[in-house]
């Protein structure tokens, strides 16, 4: 069991974690299939979005999120044989800001705050998370986005610009999130603790890893509950 009382920063993914993606995601897509008769289950977008958008981050080295985006559904159109138009790509990136916040996240997120500071460290632009920031509802200590550090997790940047940024020691760092391959393996090579969260039904729009979490649980109320218990 980990000592919650060791904690001075408490960091987390927000696509995923706080931010309902895979609906956010699934839903996008699905409208832009709709338009060319073309049909596909959320499993099946979310699969080919776990595989495409690490190809789409990397293939011109760093690109800003909305463009990384854009490139996964121009990716999807080369596999399912479609020409999306300008607006079809750019449809993941002008839905991002609207994508739904889990029911547990904010009124977590205000618990956890009254006793710990809270980080973002997110593969997102600054723009972008401005809106699901403004869904929220919290004003967090520090942001830590891929566009700052220019690099995506898992690469290692964002944490250790974290690191910088909190300027605490990592003994008193807890990182929070949903991605074995995002989040917790880069966590487990810093050598921090951290907490996946695996809400039930759940991480099919990122790869599956070896990575093994300090703690699991199911959403972020049970967190909550653990870590500032009534």
Not at 25 to 42: D, K, M, N, Y
Not at 47 to 66: C, I, K, M, V
Not at 164 to 169: H, I, K, L, S, T
Not at 196 to 221: H, I, K, Y
Request: aromatic share 8%; charged share 20%.
């Amino acid at each position: 069991m980990l000592d919650f009382n060791r904690y001075e920063w408490l960091s987390f993914d927000c696509y995923g974690t706080l931010v309902d993606w895979e609906t956010g995601i699934s839903t996008a897509v699905a409208q832009a299939l709709e338009a060319h008769g073309v049909s596909r289950t959320p499993a099946e977008i979310l699969g080919l979005f776990s595989d495409l958008e690490p190809r789409a981050q990397t293939a011109q080295g760093y690109l800003e999120y909305r463009s990384a985006l854009r490139g996964v559904m121009a990716l999807m159109g080369e596999e399912l044989g479609l020409e999306f138009s300008e607006s079809e790509l750019g449809c993941l990136a002008d839905s991002l800001p609207d994508w739904p916040v889990f029911p547990d996240a904010s009124a977590a997120l205000n618990t956890l705050q009254s006793r710990y500071k809270l980080a973002i460290i997110s593969n997102v632009d600054d723009d972008l998370f401005a809106g699901s920031a403004r869904a929220l509802g919290i004003d967090f200590d520090a942001l830590i986005t891929s566009q700052q550090v220019r690099a995506y997790k898992p690469d290692l940047s964002s944490f250790h610009a974290a690191l910088e940024r909190m300027g605490c020691a990592r003994d008193s760092w807890l990182h929070i999130g949903e991605s074995l391959y995002h989040d917790i393996g880069p966590a487990n090579r810093m050598e921090i603790a951290s907490v996946w969260v695996n809400r039930p039904d759940r991480g099919g729009g990122t790869r599956q890893t070896d990575a093994v979490p300090d703690l699991e649980v199911s959403d972020l109320a049970e967190l909550a509950g653990m870590m500032c218990p009534a």
